[in-house]
C-alpha cells in the first residue's frame, strides 16, 4: 500500500509589511493559498504609509484592514520610527519577537533583505530575521512574561523584481487556483491609493504569469528562503520548475 504523507495541523501564518500594501503585491497569492486551506494568517504592519506621495495614512490603514479581510487574515499596526524613517534597533527587533511569542506562527514572511528597494522594506527584513532569534531566547529580560518560541521558517518575499535576492534560489507557490488569484487580485485592488497610480495590479500577475511558466503552471508566487529547507521525505518536496 502506497504510505498516505502525515500532515500535522499547520501553525499560524505570520508577515510582515513596512507599508500597507507590501504583503498583497509581494506575497498576498500565498497568503490567500494559505488562508483558503485553512491556515490563520496574521499580518503586521509597520508603518501607515506617511511618507508616501498617494494616500493618506488614514485611507492607507482602511484600505490594508479591507485587503487583509478579503484574504483571510487578521491585521495589527506596529509604530516604530514611521514611513521612510525605519533604523535597524535592538529594541524594534525585540518588539517583533514579543510578537513572535504571541502568535507563536509556524512559518514567517518578511520583505527581502535586499537593498536595491525601499530602504524600509530591508530594514524590516533584517529586523524581522533577528527577532526570529530573539523570540527563541528564554534569558530575554524584556520578553520573559512570554514563553520561547521557535518558528518552522522564515520565508522572504520581493516586492518587485529588483528586491528578489540573486544568492538564493526561490521556492515557487502554486497559485493557479481561479479563485485564489481572484481573492489575491481583489487584496491588491483594494489599494486604490496606490493602484489609481500605476498599474501595480498587473505587474504582479505578470511576475506570477512568468514563474508559472517556467513551472509549467498557470500562476506562482516566489519565497526565498532564509534557511536551508528540511524534508522528512522526498515525498514533501514536490516537483521542480524546470520546464524549458
Not at 488569484?181 to 505578470?206: C, D, G, K, P
Request: aromatic share 6%; hydrophobic share 40%.
Amino acid at each position: 500500500m502506497k504510505p498516505t504523507p502525515n500532515f500535522p495541523e499547520l501553525a499560524p501564518l505570520l508577515a510582515f509589511g513596512a507599508h500597507p500594501d507590501d504583503i498583497e503585491f509581494g506575497c498576498g497569492g500565498v497568503i490567500a493559498r494559505e488562508t483558503s486551506n485553512g491556515r490563520k494568517a496574521h499580518f503586521v504592519i509597520c508603518s501607515r504609509g506617511e511618507a508616501g506621495t498617494h494616500g493618506t495614512p488614514k485611507q492607507r490603514t482602511a484600505e490594508a484592514k479591507t485587503a487583509a479581510e478579503l484574504l483571510g487574515a487578521t491585521i495589527e499596526f506596529v509604530e516604530l520610527d514611521g514611513d521612510a524613517h525605519l533604523e535597524i534597533r535592538a529594541a524594534h527587533a525585540i518588539k517583533l519577537a514579543e510578537i513572535f511569542r504571541r502568535i507563536r506562527p509556524g512559518a514567517v514572511l518578511a520583505p527581502s533583505v535586499v537593498e536595491n528597494q525601499h530602504p524600509d522594506h530591508s530594514r524590516l527584513g533584517k529586523l524581522v530575521r533577528d527577532a526570529a532569534r530573539l523570540a527563541r531566547f528564554g534569558g530575554l529580560k524584556e520578553l520573559r512574561r512570554q514563553k520561547p518560541h521557535a518558528i518552522e521558517q522564515l520565508f522572504f518575499y520581493a516586492v518587485t523584481p529588483e528586491a528578489e535576492p540573486r544568492d538564493i534560489t526561490p521556492i515557487l507557490i502554486d497559485i493557479s487556483n481561479p479563485n485564489t488569484v481572484a481573492t489575491w487580485t481583489a487584496a491588491m485592488q483594494a489599494h486604490a491609493s496606490q493602484t489609481s497610480t500605476r498599474n501595480y495590479v498587473e505587474l504582479q500577475l505578470t511576475r506570477a504569469r512568468l514563474l508559472g511558466a517556467r513551472a509549467g503552471i498557470g500562476y506562482a508566487n516566489a519565497l526565498f528562503p532564509n534557511e536551508p529547507l528540511v524534508f522528512e521525505s522526498l515525498a514533501f518536496t514536490g516537483k521542480s520548475a524546470r520546464r524549458f
